[in-house]
C-alpha cells in the first residue's frame, strides 16, 4: 500500500502562483512514476504533469510553460509549481503514482490516489 498526502491548494487571483506537494509513504518501489491530475465537477479527470524517479517529465498541452512539476526522490515527494494561473484551471488536483514506468508510458493505470485538493483561481 502507498499513501499519498496533498497539500498547497487554495484561492488565488488570475496571473499567480501556487505550488502543490505531495508526499508518498508505504510500500513505495524504487523505479515509480507520480504525477498530478486535476478534475472539474462532470468532466473527467485528467492528467496535468508527470514525472518518474529516472528524471522525465510530461505535460498536458494546456499548462506547458505555466506549469513546473519536481521532485524529490529522497523525500518521497512530488511538487507541481503552478504560474500564471487562470480561472480555467480551477479544479480538484490530485496526486497519484505507479510503480514502474508503465503508467508515464500509457501502457498502464496509476495505482494510487490522494485525497486531492481544491485549487482555485478567481479574482
Known amino acids: 500500500q502507498v499513501q499519498l498526502v496533498e497539500s498547497g491548494g487554495g484561492l488565488v487571483q488570475p496571473g499567480g502562483s501556487l505550488r502543490l506537494s505531495c508526499a508518498a509513504s508505504?510500500?513505495?518501489?524504487?523505479?515509480?512514476?507520480m504525477a498530478w491530475h486535476h478534475q472539474v465537477p462532470g468532466k473527467q479527470r485528467e492528467l496535468v504533469a508527470a514525472?518518474?524517479?529516472?528524471?522525465?517529465?510530461n505535460y498536458a498541452d494546456s499548462v506547458k510553460g505555466r506549469f513546473t512539476i519536481s521532485r524529490d526522490n529522497a523525500k518521497n515527494t512530488v511538487y507541481l509549481q503552478m504560474n500564471s494561473l487562470k480561472p480555467e484551471d480551477t479544479a480538484v488536483y490530485y496526486c497519484?503514482?505507479?510503480?514502474?514506468?508503465?503508467?508515464?508510458?500509457?501502457?498502464?493505470?496509476?495505482?494510487?490516489w490522494g485525497q486531492g485538493t481544491q485549487v482555485t483561481v478567481s479574482s
Open positions: 497519484a503514482y505507479c510503480s514502474g514506468y508503465g503508467c508515464y508510458q500509457k501502457r498502464g493505470a496509476y495505482e494510487y
Open positions: 508505504g510500500s513505495i518501489f524504487s523505479i515509480n512514476t
Open positions: 514525472a518518474t524517479t529516472g528524471g522525465a517529465t
